[in-house]
């Protein structure tokens, strides 16, 4: 099961999602995983805790992407020009490479069965959406690849690289189906900005066909509007970013067994 936590910068996603990575360590095996740039997990957790924590920088990712698909990637290169694998760290830093294969990584984590949560600390609101969108997108451009493939393969004659392909968009098709499985946990805070940016998230969820499962209203000082539908209201907060995150899990714990049932008849 995946729980993703998503929302504009700023507003506590990696202090809420770690509170409920805590939390749910003693329900089952958890892991939190970053995909944000600049990650701060290291900051709330260590070795010594239950869950797993893991940071997707790019780097990593980068690394990961050329240890699962470069020698793929090279045989179709070569059927076009004669190259080295010095070309795989050219195309594994290129712009969607690494958000598209982010994401596999981290459903392939949750199939793996090593973990019964995956907590997903999302980066801020526009990257998380373009990670989705290129997601959702990389299933119909590798359509047209196999298509243009198609085209000219007579010119190479029979070839290894349209079954690569075909493999590649299975993978896409599957990661996606995936994410339609995913919790979505929406956090906002009671301030304008925040409010308006997250009704456009919501709208943009509908548009992909993905589903908000609920609502969380961070640092909130005095009792919110009716207008304000919030799932779970947590308050302002003092201290260091475990303090904090350990704080949380007062304010989670009440309702997290009825939002990992709804989560769990969401996935079927």
């Known amino acids: 099961m995946i729980l993703a936590f998503i929302g504009k910068g700023g507003v506590g996603k990696t202090s809420i999602s770690s509170a409920f990575a805590l939390e749910l360590s003693n329900m089952g095996r958890t892991i939190i995983v970053s995909t944000d740039f600049m990650p701060s997990l290291r900051y709330i957790f260590s070795e010594n805790d239950k869950v797993k924590f893991l940071e997707l920088s790019e780097e990593e990712v980068a690394r990961r992407w050329v240890d699962r698909y470069g020698k793929d990637a090279l045989s179709i290169i070569n059927e076009f020009i004669n190259t080295d694998e010095s070309v795989l760290q050219h195309i594994s830093t290129a712009p969607g490479v690494a958000e598209e294969f982010m994401i596999s990584n981290l459903t392939e984590i ?26 959702r997108d990389f299933y119909n451009h590798l359509g047209r690849d196999i298509q243009y493939y198609l085209k000219i393969k007579e010119k190479f004659g029979k070839s290894h690289a349209l079954e690569i392909l075909n493999e590649w968009r299975d993978l896409a098709n599957k990661v996606w189906n995936d994410l339609s499985k ?87």
């Open 110 to 135: 949750e199939n793996s069965g090593e973990y019964d949560y995956v907590v997903w600390d999302t980066p801020a609101s526009s990257s998380t959406m373009h990670l989705l969108n290129v997601e």
């Open 182 to 268: 995913t919790s979505f946990f929406l956090i906002t805070t009671p301030d304008e900005l925040s409010l308006v940016q997250s009704e456009e998230i919501s709208k943009d969820f509908v548009k992909m066909g993905l589903q908000i499962r609920s609502r969380i209203c961070n640092r909130v000082k005095n009792s919110l509007n009716d207008s304000i539908n919030c799932d779970i209201v947590i308050p302002e907060m003092q201290g260091k970013s475990r303090e904090i995150a350990e704080k949380m899990r007062s304010e989670i714990k009440p309702k997290l067994q009825s939002f990992i049932e709804g989560a769990k008849i969401q996935s079927h």
